[in-house]
T-cell receptor, first 112, second 115 residues
């Protein structure tokens, strides 16, 4: 079946550090891949997406590249800020009419 | 974007009771979804609620346990019935406005603890 595996958190970083949150997936066919972010007290919101192999999604300094050969979609940011503290969810969508499949979420805490 | 108001934001309930969670959207949407996130687990879709029709439940979820109402295009409720500690979770309302999952928006969630 389809599934998403994210690295365990929490991830604790100092401001301006480099961030990687690992995400791997299992799916048949060619899913679309997403990263969602949930800031404290707010709803989940789409951060970035990629719909085919080798696509790179990017937004707010975050990037993730769809790697079919390694079935991965790792989230990266070169220099994190305190305002990036949030929970990050990797997700995939595989078939029309089916629901998004989410990972467990990774909590990121950035200190100044 | 969509503004989604979800109430209550958190609650502590006794075993055997029921809790109704409300989801209000700032504009009309066709598709509304209810998700659950149990501690340490992924977000899991409970059901899809379209106005004017019965909610469609995912495998493992039943209407008797999670009745859903969708009286109009801006409002839905999810009831967690006859609660047990295993129902302690975050419950999320979500709406889709347009084609594609970039048009999917979430409420801030209801944190439910059952004693």
């Amino acid at each position: 079946g389809n599934s998403v595996t994210q690295m365990e958190g929490p991830v604790t970083l100092s401001e301006e550090a480099f961030l990687t949150i690992n995400c791997t997936y299992t799916a048949t066919g060619y899913p679309s891949l997403f990263w969602y972010v949930q800031y404290p007290g707010e709803g989940l919101q789409l951060l970035l997406k990629a719909t085919k192999a080798d696509d790179k999604g990017s937004n707010k300094g975050f990037e993730a590249t769809y790697r079919k050969e390694t079935t991965s979609f790792h989230l990266e940011k070169g220099s994190v800020q305190v305002s990036d503290s949030a929970v990050y969810f990797c997700a995939l969508h595989n078939q029309a009419g089916t629901a998004l499949i989410f990972g467990k979420g990774t909590t990121l805490s950035v200190s100044s | 974007s969509a503004v989604i108001s979800q109430k209550p934001s958190r609650d502590i309930c006794q075993r055997g009771t029921s809790l109704t969670i409300q989801c209000q959207v700032d504009s009309q949407v066709t598709m509304m979804f209810w998700y659950r996130q149990q501690p340490g687990q992924s977000l899991t879709l409970i059901a899809t609620a379209n106005q004017g029709s019965e909610a469609t439940y995912e495998s493992g979820f039943v209407i008797d346990k999670f009745p859903i109402s969708r009286p109009n295009l801006t409002f839905s409720t999810l009831t967690v019935s006859n609660m047990s500690p295993e129902d302690s979770s975050i419950y999320l309302c979500s709406v889709q406005r347009g084609q594609g999952y970039e048009k999917l928006f979430f409420g801030s969630g209801t944190q439910l603890s059952v004693l």
